[in-house]
Antibody, heavy 121, light 111 residues
Framework: HITLKESGPTLVKPTQTLTVTCALS??????????VGWIRQPPGKALEWLAL???????YYTPSLKNRLTVTKDTSKNQVVLAMTNMDPVDTATYYC?????????????WGQGTMVTVSS | QSVLTQPPSVSGAPGQRVTISCTGS?????????VHWYQHLPGTAPKLLIY???NRPSGVPDRFSGSKSGTSASLAITGLQADDEANYFC???????????FGPGTKLTVL
């Protein structure tokens, strides 16, 4: 039974760096094929994929935010961390992490409940 | 603006059938990329309903079914129940954006 849980600040100031953590249980980040994605949803808007990291440290980023995003993993803690620099009020959103199914064309089969982040001075 | 489009809302009475469309383009669904569907209630984790166009994960009732044709995909829900009331969104891959893309979501109301 895989579970994911996001944690991070609820409020960040403009220009600050956001760091959100995704803790996994029931699955090892070092297991072959494991991938974890970050997706966000601004209030009233559509979901937006942000980043992906795989068991072998391969990473992918959405092109429009690539310069601001860094995703890493800590296999000793079984956690994935997303950092987003130069936060702006438009980055206010619920940030989700999700497990990417193996051999399923990129479907995310388990999601965390999300963590709401507000960007305001 | 989403790369994939969905109707903002659909509704149906208990027991009825509804369908939700997801329309893309030649850089995503039309290029042959698979479509996945999720159910989402505010404040909860999205739940995978359909993956790779028509497959149901374990535990998802067969009242939920998916199909794909051309640049569009559809989610059908039969035998509507009150607890089906939720937001439903689709996902595919876009070759221009080089990553997963999501539809804006469709709110299902059970009358």
């Amino acid at each position: 039974h895989i579970t994911l849980k996001e944690s991070g600040p609820t409020l960040v100031k403009p220009t600050q760096t956001l760091t959100v953590t995704c803790a996994l249980s029931g699955l090892s980040l070092s297991a072959n094929g494991v991938g974890v994605g970050w997706i966000r949803q601004p209030p009233g808007k559509a979901l937006e994929w942000l980043a992906l990291i795989y068991w072998d440290d391969d990473t992918y980023y959405t092109p429009s935010l690539k310069n601001r995003l860094t995703v890493t993993k800590d296999t000793s803690k079984n956690q994935v961390v997303l950092a987003m620099t130069n936060m702006d009020p438009v980055d206010t959103a619920t940030y989700y992490c999700a497990h990417r199914m193996v051999e399923a064309s990129g479907a995310f089969d388990v999601w965390g409940q999300g963590t709401m982040v507000t960007v305001s001075s | 603006q989403s790369v994939l489009t969905q109707p903002p809302s659909v509704s149906g009475a208990p027991g009825q059938r509804v369908t939700i469309s997801c329309t893309g383009s030649s850089s995503n669904i039309g290029a042959g990329y698979d479509v996945h569907w999720y159910q989402h209630l505010p404040g909860t984790a999205p739940k995978l309903l359909i993956y790779v166009n028509k497959n149901r994960p374990s535990g998802v009732p067969d009242r939920f079914s998916g199909s794909k044709s051309g640049t569009s995909a559809s989610l059908a829900i039969t035998g509507l129940q009150a607890d089906d009331e939720a937001n439903y969104f689709c996902q595919s891959f876009d070759s221009s954006l080089r990553g997963p893309v999501f539809g804006p979501g469709t709110k299902l109301t059970v009358l």
